[in-house]
């Protein structure tokens, strides 16, 4: 491999996300929502954490697999920001800019699937 999963911008990103999504749950409304914070961590920390795992196999075929469990967790953050604003635990505003980076991110992963496949090496 010639890049480590600290230079791909996908996981940089990720790492922002995981950075607002932490910084969110410190919302008073979200104080005894324990199951749904641990449910959020999870999955936005599972993003970064795949990209990683995959990145360490010298076989696009094993990283391609490790992006797409990486690109549903982002889904499930996505989904997860969705209903923090549907049960009254945040607003629109301060879901959005971490709802509009779940987005980037999918597509970054979906592009970076796309390479892969068409690539021998990363």
């Known amino acids: 491999m010639t890049k480590s999963f600290e230079e791909f911008d996908v996981h940089k990103k990720g790492i922002?996300?995981?950075k607002l999504v932490f910084e969110l749950l410190n919302n008073k409304s979200l104080e005894k929502e324990f199951g749904f914070?641990?449910?959020i961590k999870r999955a936005v920390v599972s993003?970064?954490?795949?990209?990683?795992?995959?990145?360490?196999y010298n076989s696009n075929r094993q990283f391609t697999r490790y992006l797409k469990i990486s690109q549903g967790s982002c889904a499930e953050v996505r989904n997860m920001l969705i209903l923090s604003r549907e049960l009254g635990?945040?607003?629109?505003?301060?879901?959005?800019k971490s709802y509009n980076?779940?987005?980037e991110i999918s597509q970054n992963l979906s592009n970076f699937i796309k390479y892969l496949d068409t690539n021998n090496k990363v």
């Open 101 to 103: 980076l779940t987005i």
């Open 16 to 18: 922002v996300l995981t």
């Open 37 to 39: 914070k641990d449910q």
């Open 89 to 96: 635990f945040c607003n629109h505003e301060e879901i959005q």
């Open 47 to 56: 993003i970064t954490n795949n990209i990683a795992e995959g990145s360490e």
